[in-house]
């Protein structure tokens, strides 16, 4: 968005917390909601601890506002309630494990979501929207803390053998590990299963406790959304909550609702086929697992019974690694330290765009004003004449709103005003209170060539000191040097996993020198990288690769059994 108030990214970064601050009409729908549809001020009771109706519809509107109010609002409010349990129940196993977490840290992590906001009343007028008070906000605080505190204490009780290190090795080396040897990989892969376990861990804890908890006094708005059975079927149950959850993930995967509706059913009725196929190849198990676990344990229950019946002949093998010899060629890939610099106008950039602004205001009326916006300005509304529409004063950057409430009503502002998107020419159209119907011309800052050329200067005497050993990437200043990592896995194509496609960056990528430190101007924008690692395409012969070509076999023969039984 251009002139209306962006918000910031988030500072806050050993919490992840679901405060989204949204628009003042929400919060006055979930307070009067509150006020007129309840007698009491919580939803229900979870084993005698109140769970407020707030939090619910905080939820909610959450969940509604992610999937753009696409989803029935039973299937919201279930989830939504799951999850304030859940939230709860996570609360409850951090008190037991005796997870504290202290006054300061909060307090920290107060300040760094308050420093988001230019103007601290701003921001306890959107506390209030929201229906925080500073202390229910720092409680917020300090319960989202104490749940990832949880799920690293659970982490850090989990071990990884090597022997599960080595099969996992075995069974991706030629894929998501190409190039990288055993050792090389032994953290990462060790990382990646201990978290994989850990998830697991998680929510068959969490299964246990929702087993074990005491709904009471629960109000009668939120008594559709208890979890409860939607499909039973041999013996085999799937609750509301279990089949709202993949629906909405077929949602997020862009199928239409009703669409959505027949794919969750036909998942579902796959999910019991797996299940009761099971018992025929006497899987185990285990005890109080969630329905989503049972159906993972019972798949590879019987993908590792099918598979070990499997014995490929050398000529299967050959005919197997012909069809699929580009899976195991060895493919070009690069990995670099990346950081992409700001490059912010400079005082001569906003001199030029005031200029050209001024220039632009001693033409405008208010009768051609539309007509010249159409023209010259660089803002989106331009296609309607300059139009912004009413607008409250905390809806625009300070200096823009100082300037439309002090100007006259039917007339122009008579000065140009500045902001960090560039000069503005205001036309005060109508004022009604506290509100202001407005159009605008902008003048954007355009970042000149001298400027770019100035940047890159200063970021090769950068990448001089980072050669030298004088600075690392890590030491980079974060508001100059954006998104600064080390990309593994860069292919020759154009990708850099977790960036997208940069083919204008990955060609200079591969181009330079091992290690050398690079800045770059490339179509505008400046790059500083430093190709650490990379791996030269090279054509495997079969014996290089038989016991994971034997392995792949055997596994697409399986899988495709699996399809033949569950038909």
């Known amino acids: 968005m251009a002139i209306r108030k962006f918000r910031k990214q988030m500072k806050v970064i050993t919490v992840i917390i679901t405060v989204a601050f949204i628009v003042s009409s929400l919060a006055l729908y979930v307070m009067n909601h509150i ?141 998501m590990l190409q190039g990288l040897s055993l050792e090389e990989s032994k953290e990462q892969i060790r990382g990646y299963l201990k978290e994989e376990k850990a998830g697991e861990l998680y929510q068959k804890e969490i299964t246990k406790l929702k087993e074990k908890m005491v709904i009471t006094d629960v109000d009668p708005q939120f008594t559709n959304y ?154 989106p509304s331009s296609a309607n004449g300059g139009e912004l529409g009413w607008f409250t004063k905390e809806q625009m950057v300070s200096e823009f709103s100082e300037a439309a409430f002090k100007g006259e009503a039917g007339k122009i502002y008579p000065e140009v005003v500045n902001t960090v998107f560039g000069s503005h020419i205001i036309y005060v159209q109508e004022k009604d209170g506290d509100k202001v119907k407005a159009s605008h011309i902008l003048v954007k800052n355009e970042i000149s060539q001298e400027t770019i050329a100035n940047k890159l200067k200063e970021v090769q005497e950068q990448a001089e000191k980072i050669s030298n050993g004088e600075l690392t990437f890590g030491d980079l200043p974060l508001d100059k040097y954006l998104n600064t990592n080390l990309f593994n896995g860069i292919t020759d194509q154009g990708y850099i996993p977790g960036l997208g496609y940069k083919e204008n960056l990955t060609n200079e990528i591969y181009k330079a020198p091992l290690n050398k430190v690079v800045a770059k101007n490339l179509d505008g924008e400046i790059f500083l990288f430093q190709k650490v690692n990379e791996i030269k395409p090279r054509k495997v012969d079969l014996s290089e690769v038989k016991e994971n070509v034997e392995r792949d076999y055997k596994a697409q023969k399986a899988t495709e059994k699996i399809q033949e039984v569950l038909k």
Do not use: C, H
């Not at 005698?48 to 109010?69: A, C, Q, T």
């Not at 494990?97 to 840290?105: N, R």
């Not at 610099?341 to 602004?357: F, G, Q, T, Y």
């Open 35 to 175: 006020t007129y549809s309840s007698t009491k001020n919580y939803a229900l009771k979870i084993n005698g601890n109140k769970i407020k109706i707030e939090d619910v519809l905080r939820s909610k509107n959450m969940i509604s506002n992610n999937f753009k109010n696409e989803i029935d609002e039973d299937i919201v409010g279930t989830l939504a309630l799951d999850q304030v349990i859940e939230n709860e129940l996570v609360q409850e196993m951090a008190d037991s494990l005796k997870i504290k977490i202290s006054s300061k840290d909060i307090n920290n992590e107060y300040n760094n979501l308050e420093s988001n906001f230019k103007d601290k009343e701003q921001f306890k007028r959107m506390l209030t929207a929201q229906g925080y008070t500073k202390a229910s906000l720092k409680k917020e605080l300090e319960r989202s803390m104490k749940s990832i505190k949880l799920k690293e204490t659970i982490g850090g009780n989990i071990s990884v053998t090597d022997e599960e290190i080595e099969e996992f090795y075995e069974e991706n080396k030629f894929t």
């Open 226 to 379: 208890l979890e409860k059975t939607k499909v039973e079927k041999e013996g085999i149950t799937f609750t509301n909550v279990d089949y709202n959850k993949i629906y909405i993930t077929f949602i997020s995967n862009g199928v239409p609702k009703d669409k959505a509706l027949e794919e969750t059913d036909r998942f579902i009725d796959t999910q019991i086929k797996i299940l009761k196929k099971a018992e025929e190849y006497q899987v185990k198990l285990e005890e109080g697992l969630p329905i989503s676990l049972q159906v993972k344990e019972a798949y590879d229950g019987i993908y590792n019974a099918i598979e070990k019946k499997i014995t490929p002949t050398q000529e299967e093998l050959n005919s197997y690694f012909e069809k699929n010899r580009a899976r195991y060629d060895i493919q070009p890939s690069a990995d670099a330290y990346i950081s992409f610099v700001k490059i912010e106008p400079s005082d001569l950039d906003k001199a030029n765009s005031e200029k050209k602004a001024k220039e632009i205001l001693v033409t405008v009326t208010p009768e051609n004003f539309a007509s010249i916006a159409k023209e010259k300005s660089d803002y």
